[in-house]
């Protein structure tokens, strides 16, 4: 039986994918973006976040496919009726790939959508665990610029754009994510970047997700200084703006 590292179940999610999902948070992640807003995640270790209101939480445990799968099934009535499903978000959840892939595939055989949202910064091999279990996949495109990939979010562009190609070859949904990231990759030279490699890698669908201080919390509950914490999250007007660049290239939403 498979073990896997989980954060926490989010159940009645409405924001990670289509219809009404539960999310499963799997713990662990290999990249470090300063501006992340599930910081509890990024570690594999089990956290306790102490809030100042006195409130304590504590994320990670290892569960067995089945306790998750006996878990998310009990909403598959809701999933039916809305369109809605499983996602795996993170962290990192293709770091789990092999364990996460006989959840998948058992979600699958019911009949369940199932989505992985990812940073696309893993070997292929881990995208195979899974690819054919997998409806969507939600993948994050932080920059165009190899530099910046490396020294601010630690993470390979070569390898997340060739996974990004090889997902859309192989005809799968992939909804490409773009964090609006004051000041990292929201000036309209980055914007035409991005969109190149992103039209060379055929992609269809961009969501851009504006950068929000709402985790801030969290930062102050694990006892770390949240870099971005003075950092204002983009104008509405200026949001408008980006999405108008990338209308001409893609289907945008806003989340
Ligand atoms: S990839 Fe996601 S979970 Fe990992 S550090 Fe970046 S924002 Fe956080």
Same mark, same amino acid.
């Given at each position: 039986?498979?073990?896997?590292?989980?954060?926490?179940?989010?159940?009645?999610?409405?924001?990670?994918?289509?219809?009404?999902r539960?999310t =499963?948070?799997l713990?662990?992640?290999?990249?470090?973006?300063?501006?992340?807003?599930?910081?509890?995640?990024?570690?594999?270790?089990?956290?306790? %976040?102490?809030?100042?209101?006195?409130?304590?939480?504590? +994320?990670?445990?290892m569960?067995?496919?089945?306790?998750?799968f006996?878990?998310?099934?009990?909403?598959?009535?809701?999933?039916? /009726?809305?369109?809605?499903?499983?996602?795996?978000?993170?962290?990192?959840?293709?770091?789990?790939?092999?364990?996460?892939?006989?959840?998948?595939?058992? %979600? @699958?055989?019911?009949?369940?959508?199932?989505l992985?949202?990812?940073?696309?910064?893993?070997?292929?091999?881990?995208?195979?665990? =899974?690819?054919?279990?997998?409806?969507?996949f939600?993948?994050?495109?932080?920059?165009?610029?190899?530099?910046?990939?490396?020294?601010?979010?630690?993470?390979?562009?070569?390898?997340?754009?060739?996974?990004?190609?090889?997902?859309?070859?192989?005809n799968?949904?992939?909804?490409?994510?773009?964090?609006?990231?004051?000041?990292?990759?929201?000036?309209?030279?980055?914007?035409?970047?991005?969109?190149?490699?992103?039209?060379?890698?055929?992609?269809? +669908?961009?969501? %851009?997700?504006?950068?929000?201080r709402?985790?801030?919390?969290?930062?102050?509950?694990?006892?770390?200084?949240?870099?971005?914490?003075?950092?204002?999250?983009?104008?509405?007007?200026?949001? /408008?703006?980006? @999405?108008?660049?990338?209308?001409k +290239?893609?289907?945008?939403?806003? /989340?």
């Amino acid at each position: 039986m498979t073990n896997l590292n989980v954060s926490c179940i989010q159940r009645f999610s409405t924001g990670d994918g289509p219809g009404i999902r539960t999310t =499963v948070f799997l713990k662990g992640c290999n990249l470090k973006c300063p501006w992340c807003h599930n910081p509890e995640n990024i570690s594999p270790a089990p956290q306790t %976040l102490c809030y100042n209101t006195g409130k304590k939480i504590t +994320y990670g445990k290892m569960m067995t496919a089945d306790e998750i799968f006996d878990d998310v099934i009990e909403d598959i009535d809701f999933y039916r /009726e809305s369109g809605g499903g499983v996602t795996f978000s993170g962290g990192e959840p293709l770091l789990q790939s092999k364990n996460l892939s006989e959840l998948a595939k058992a %979600l @699958k055989d019911k009949g369940i959508s199932v989505l992985v949202d990812t940073a696309g910064c893993v070997p292929w091999d881990n995208f195979e665990d =899974v690819i054919c279990c997998t409806d969507i996949f939600f993948y994050d495109y932080k920059t165009a610029d190899e530099v910046l990939c490396k020294t601010v979010i630690n993470a390979d562009k070569a390898l997340i754009l060739s996974n990004l190609k090889r997902l859309i070859k192989e005809n799968k949904t992939v909804h490409v994510r773009i964090p609006l990231i004051p000041g990292f990759n929201e000036s309209a030279e980055e914007c035409e970047k991005i969109i190149k490699d992103l039209t060379e890698s055929g992609v269809k +669908y961009v969501d %851009l997700l504006p950068f929000h201080r709402l985790g801030s919390s969290k930062y102050e509950a694990m006892g770390l200084e949240y870099a971005y914490k003075n950092v204002t999250p983009p104008k509405k007007e200026d949001i /408008e703006k980006i @999405k108008s660049i990338y209308e001409k +290239y893609f289907t945008v939403s806003i /989340e």
